[in-house]
């Protein structure tokens, strides 16, 4: 069901977007509960929980609900962390904080872990990440981003 939809909304995006079509918009959230912060696996690569907006739906609304999808984590926006570029897409990362565990995530994901900040630096595998990490890790110390570009 949830490929169908997928699918739908894949097709959707190609129509409004046109040309530009093969570039696309995604939100993620860094998601904190105390001194841990979530990373899930996919495909034997550790990253953070990301995904992307649907046509309308605003960016951290799309946070919200990817991180739900993804790890079954019900998050609460904290702050804007800023944005990163890749030559295919746009992703918005938002820090957030743990709400509660709906139990249920998405078979795109492996595992899903809670780790202390220092082990998370060393699990992720993209440098951006790590810098986005880093950028919510400053954001908790009190130092909020003052560029939105992240990387």
Do not use: N
């Amino acid at each position: 069901m949830k490929r169908a939809i997928r699918s739908l909304f894949a097709r959707a995006r190609a129509i409004i977007e046109g040309p530009d079509r093969d570039r696309w918009v995604s939100a993620g959230g860094v998601v904190f509960d105390g001194e841990v912060v979530a990373l899930i696996r996919q495909k034997k690569r550790w990253t953070l929980p990301k995904g992307r907006v649907d046509p309308g739906e605003s960016i951290s609304r799309a946070a919200r609900r990817e991180v739900l999808e993804e790890t079954g984590l019900r998050a609460t926006v904290i702050e804007y962390l800023g944005m990163s570029e890749s030559p295919r897409k746009d992703t918005h990362w938002f820090l957030m904080s743990l709400v509660r565990d709906e139990g249920e995530h998405d078979d795109e994901v492996d595992e899903i872990r809670f780790v202390k900040s220092g082990k998370a630096l060393k699990l992720l595998d993209s440098k951006k990440d790590r810098l986005v990490l880093q950028r919510a890790l400053a954001a908790l110390d009190g130092r909020p981003p003052r560029d939105p570009r992240i990387g």
